[in-house]
């Protein structure tokens, strides 16, 4: 049973948006913490925004101010807006429930997903 697809990738000059989006079953959604996570090219995949059941929201550095995680509990939907992109923003982005302690201690609490591509050109 698939839990967790993303949608909303593409290729974007530096400086553009885009609009992730991420429909997750409702037993992996419903009062879990979501994150968005990235996967660049030889590098680990990496926790960028956490919101918590409750709407609190956490950022990496290197995307604070720039990257806005939201979340429709209607919808079992989380979103992830993402301005003034940089080509180092460039990877795979993918979505998961976790159990958050912090940006660099999680649990996973689902099963990934396909991902959805970023591109962003210089």
């Known amino acids: 049973q698939v839990q967790l697809v993303e949608s909303g990738g593409g290729l974007v000059q530096a400086g553009g948006s885009l609009r992730l989006s991420c429909a997750a079953s409702?037993?992996?959604?419903?009062?879990?913490?979501m994150g968005w996570f990235r996967q660049a090219p030889g590098k680990q995949r990496e926790l960028v925004a956490h919101?918590?059941?409750?709407?609190?929201?956490n950022y990496a550095e290197s995307v604070k101010g720039r990257f806005t995680i939201s979340r429709d509990n209607a919808k079992n939907t989380v979103y992830l807006q993402m301005t003034s992109l940089k080509p180092e923003d460039t990877a795979v982005y993918y979505c998961?429930?976790?159990?958050?302690?912090?940006?660099?201690?999680?649990?996973?609490?689902?099963?990934w997903g396909q991902g959805t591509q970023v591109t962003v050109s210089a």
């Open positions: 998961n429930a976790l159990r958050y302690y912090s940006l660099l201690n999680y649990a996973i609490r689902g099963s």
């Open positions: 409702g037993r992996i959604f419903n009062g879990n913490s």
């Open positions: 919101i918590a059941s409750g709407g609190t929201t």
